[in-house]
């Protein structure tokens, strides 16, 4: 599957090489984050703000009350259709593993759009302050197309097998054929 996937992506992105007239817009719609442990993890921030009339950006700032050093990044995406239905990706990322030497192609398509906006770019254990400031969707995001619609990244963030908190990132899509 991860070899079928990534033979994808490289045949995709040769084509919207080739689709010079191509564009796509990417908005977040909505973010939901829940603690399932408050005695390890607390949100203190999960919220979208409105910069401009074509900016909005997520805020995201939670403490962790004790290190971690075993996390596991359960994810899938969901397209809404009369309720969220899940949509073709999901994965389980071995996070610690994952800061110390990028492995999943779709993970790190995730990791670029979020890295410079956040503080999680040194290796585990992960402790304290987790922050993700301003960040937004732009343009450049488009390796993978796919249908328009409105989307959800949700994860399960897994410290010791246990779901410590999760995380739901809504967003549209729109492709613009020009
Ligand atoms: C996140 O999304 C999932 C799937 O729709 C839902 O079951 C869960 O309740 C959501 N969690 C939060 C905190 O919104
Ligand atoms: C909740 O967090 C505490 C540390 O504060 C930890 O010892 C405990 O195992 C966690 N509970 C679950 C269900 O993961
Ligand atoms: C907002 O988008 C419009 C057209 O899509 C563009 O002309 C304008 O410069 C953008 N404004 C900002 C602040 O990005
Ligand atoms: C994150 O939240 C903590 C606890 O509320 C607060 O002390 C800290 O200033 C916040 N950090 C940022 C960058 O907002
Ligand atoms: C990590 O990000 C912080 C700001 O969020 C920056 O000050 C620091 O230099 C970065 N560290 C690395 C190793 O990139």
């Known amino acids: 599957m991860s070899n079928v996937l990534k033979i994808l992506v490289i045949?995709?992105?040769l084509l919207l090489t080739w689709?010079?007239?191509?564009?796509?817009?990417?908005?977040?719609?909505?973010?939901?984050?829940?603690?399932?442990?408050?005695?390890?993890?607390?949100?203190?921030?999960?919220?979208?703000?409105?910069?401009?009339?074509?900016r909005t950006v997520f805020n995201f700032n939670a403490t962790f009350h004790h290190p971690t050093n075993d996390i596991v990044m359960n994810y899938?995406?969901?397209?809404?259709?009369?309720?969220?239905?899940?949509?073709?990706?999901?994965?389980?990322?071995?996070?610690?593993?994952?800061?110390?030497?990028p492995y999943d192609i779709l993970t790190i398509l995730i990791y670029i759009v979020y890295k410079d906006f956040s503080n999680i770019?040194?290796?585990?254990?992960?402790?304290?302050?987790?922050?993700?400031?301003?960040?937004?969707?732009?343009?450049?995001?488009?390796?993978?197309?796919?249908?328009?619609?409105?989307?959800?990244?949700?994860?399960n963030w897994i410290f010791y097998r246990k779901i410590q908190f999760v995380t739901n990132v809504s967003y549209e899509f729109i492709e613009n054929l020009l």
């Open 19 to 54: 689709r010079l007239s191509y564009s796509v817009t990417y908005k977040l719609t909505n973010v939901n984050c829940a603690s399932h442990n408050k005695s390890w993890v607390t949100i203190n921030e999960c919220r979208l703000k409105a910069v401009s009339r074509n």
């Open 121 to 155: 770019n040194h290796t585990c254990p992960l402790y304290v302050n987790i922050l993700i400031r301003g960040m937004y969707l732009t343009t450049q995001i488009k390796a993978i197309p796919y249908p328009s619609g409105e989307y959800m990244l949700q994860v």
């Open 76 to 101: 899938r995406f969901l397209k809404r259709e009369s309720g969220y239905k899940p949509w073709l990706y999901k994965r389980n990322i071995d996070g610690c593993r994952f800061l110390k030497k």
């Open 11 to 13: 045949l995709v992105t």
